[in-house]
C-alpha cells in the first residue's frame, strides 16, 4: 500500500506508471472487468498498453497481467488506444483504437480477442494480425478518427466512433458491425452542427472523442461525448431518440443535454450498460506540475463507478454506485454536525442542510481552504479551493452550480474529490495535500445532518 498521501486507494489505479481512459468495462463469468489506458514505464502519455483489473462487487479490484501491449510493426505499434469490450459468440473480444508511428489523430480499428473465454480472470489476449477498418471513410476529410464503442439496437449490433473534420465540425460516425469483422460505414449519426448539440456545447470542440451510446429503461438513449479542442476539454452529454433511417443505418435525435461532470479533473468517460443499469467510470488526470508527477511516479485515477440514468425531461440522474458502501467502516467517523473532527485519508461523507451550510475540508498553513457550501433558498451549491495551488491557470475559480442543495455526498480518496449534488450534479476534482495541511471536518451553518465512514478494505459481503 502506498505511503503517498495523495494517491488514492480504493479507486482503480496500477501502482505505478501513467493511467488515462478507463476501456472495455465488462461483465463476465460475475466478474466485472475494467481496462484502462496504461503506460506501465512512466508517468506521462505515451507507449500506451491495455491496464487490467477485475472486481466480484466493484469495490474490490483485483490487478492483472497488462491486457492489450503494441505490436513492433503492428497496426497499435505506437499504442493501443481507447475502445470497449463485447460478447461475440461466447469469446470476450476487445474493440480498440490502434495507432501507428505516423498516426496523425487517425487511428484503425483492431480486435482482440480472450484467448481462454472459460478463464473468468481473462488474463490471456491476443490481437488479430490486421485492422477491421484502416482509416475514416473517404470523402468526409476526417483528420480526428479513435475510440470505437459497440453498441445493439434493432437487434444488430452497431459501433461509434468518435471524429473531427478538417472545418473543424466534431461528428459521431456509425458503423454496422454485426458481424464483428465486417465493418461497413452507414453515416454521421450526429454532428456538431446539430442545433441541440450547437446550444449545449458551443462551437469550441473540433472533435468528439470516446463516445457512448446506451439506452435507458424508459426507452431514451444517451449520448455520452468527451469534446476535444486540441487538448481534453470537457464531456458532455446528449438524451434524445434513436431512430432506424432510410438508408438503412441510424439517427439520433436529440432532445436536450449538458455537462456530464461540471468539475475541472473528469474525461473519458465509459458506460457500461446492464440489463437494469447502466455504470460509468471516468478518467481523472493530474492538477499539478510534471515535476510532482515524477516524483510521485504515478499519474491519474478512475472515478468510482456512477450509476447513470435520466429524468423525464432528459436530463441525467447520476449517483453513486451502490456497491460502494461495501467500503465503509463499520461505524462512521461522524454522526453529526458541530466541533472539528479530524478527516481520514478516504472517505465517504453526506451532508444535509435546511440552510446556508459550509463543510470545510482541508485548511492550509496559509489559510486556504477547501470548502463544500450548500444554499438551498439559492439553490446552489459551490466547490471552493479558495487559493489551493494547480498546475492550470483556471486553478482556483469557485465551482458554482445549480441543483436543490438540500444533500451533498462527498466521497473523497486520496487526492480525488468527487461530489454528487442531490443526484443531479456531480463535480469532479483533484486536490493535493501538503504535510503542514489541517485535514479536519467544520461543519457551520443550518446543516441538517452530517454522516461519515471512513474507506477500509474489507470482505465482500
Known amino acids: 500500500m502506498s505511503n503517498d498521501p495523495n494517491a488514492p486507494r480504493f479507486r482503480v489505479r496500477p501502482p505505478a506508471g501513467w493511467v488515462n481512459d478507463p476501456n472495455g468495462p465488462f461483465r463476465w463469468r460475475d466478474r466485472y472487468h475494467l481496462f484502462h489506458q496504461h503506460n506501465p514505464e512512466a508517468p506521462v502519455h505515451a507507449n500506451v498498453h491495455w491496464g487490467h483489473v477485475s472486481s466480484p462487487d466493484l469495490a474490490h479490484w483485483e490487478h492483472h497481467p497488462i491486457a492489450l501491449t503494441p505490436t513492433p510493426g503492428g497496426p497499435d505499434e505506437a499504442g493501443c488506444w481507447s475502445g470497449c469490450v463485447v460478447d461475440d459468440d461466447g469469446v470476450p473480444t476487445a474493440v480498440y483504437t490502434g495507432v501507428g508511428r505516423h498516426h496523425t489523430g487517425l487511428g484503425t480499428i483492431c480486435l482482440a480477442r480472450a484467448v481462454v473465454p472459460d478463464d473468468e480472470t481473462l488474463t490471456d489476449w491476443k490481437p488479430l494480425p490486421a485492422p477491421v477498418v484502416t482509416g475514416p471513410p473517404a470523402g468526409l476529410d476526417v ?9 445493439r439496437s434493432g437487434g444488430r449490433r452497431w459501433a461509434v466512433v468518435g471524429a473531427g473534420h478538417a472545418d473543424g465540425t466534431p ?11 465486417d465493418w461497413r460505414f452507414a453515416g454521421v449519426l450526429l454532428d456538431g452542427n446539430d442545433p441541440v448539440a450547437a446550444d449545449v456545447f458551443g462551437d469550441k470542440a473540433v472533435g468528439w472523442e470516446c463516445p457512448q451510446l446506451f439506452a435507458t429503461a424508459g426507452g431514451e438513449w444517451v449520448l455520452v461525448l468527451s469534446l476535444w479542442d486540441g487538448h481534453p476539454c470537457h464531456t458532455g452529454y446528449l438524451t434524445g431518440r434513436l431512430h432506424p433511417s432510410a438508408d438503412g443505418g441510424l439517427s439520433f435525435e436529440a432532445r436536450t443535454g449538458g455537462l456530464l461532470d461540471h ?30 508527477v515524477d516524483g510521485a511516479g504515478w499519474a491519474g485515477v478512475l472515478t468510482a463507478p456512477r450509476v447513470v440514468d435520466t429524468r423525464p425531461d432528459g436530463t441525467l440522474r447520476v449517483v453513486p454506485a451502490p456497491e460502494l ?109 501538503r504535510p503542514d495541511d489541517v485535514v479536519e471536518l467544520e461543519v457551520t451553518g443550518v446543516a441538517g445532518g452530517v454522516t461519515g465512514w471512513e474507506l477500509i478494505t474489507r470482505t465482500a459481503e
Request: charged share 30%.
Open 263 to 292: 468539475g475541472r479533473d473528469f474525461y473519458a468517460p465509459a458506460v457500461l450498460q446492464e440489463p437494469d443499469r447502466a455504470l460509468m467510470w471516468g478518467w481523472s488526470w493530474e492538477a499539478r506540475e510534471q515535476s510532482e
Open 143 to 151: 483528420t480526428m478518427f479513435r475510440d470505437p464503442f459497440v453498441f
Open 171 to 181: 461528428s459521431v460516425l456509425l458503423y454496422d458491425c454485426d458481424e464483428l469483422t
Open 325 to 433: 458502501e461495501l467500503l465503509r467502516a463499520p461505524e462512521p467517523f461522524v454522526s453529526a454536525p458541530g466541533g472539528r473532527v479530524p478527516l481520514p485519508r478516504s472517505y465517504d461523507m453526506t451532508v444535509t442542510a435546511r440552510g446556508r451550510t459550509t463543510v470545510r475540508l482541508l485548511r492550509s498553513a496559509s489559510g486556504a481552504e477547501l470548502t463544500v457550501v450548500l444554499d438551498p433558498d439559492e439553490g446552489t451549491v459551490t466547490l471552493d479551493r479558495g487559493d489551493w495551488p494547480r498546475s492550470r491557470p483556471d486553478g482556483s475559480a469557485p465551482i458554482v452550480v445549480r441543483a436543490p442543495a438540500e444533500e451533498v455526498r462527498v466521497l473523497v480518496d486520496g487526492s480525488l474529490v468527487e461530489l454528487f449534488v442531490d443526484d443531479r450534479v456531480t463535480v469532479t476534482e483533484r486536490v493535493y495535500r
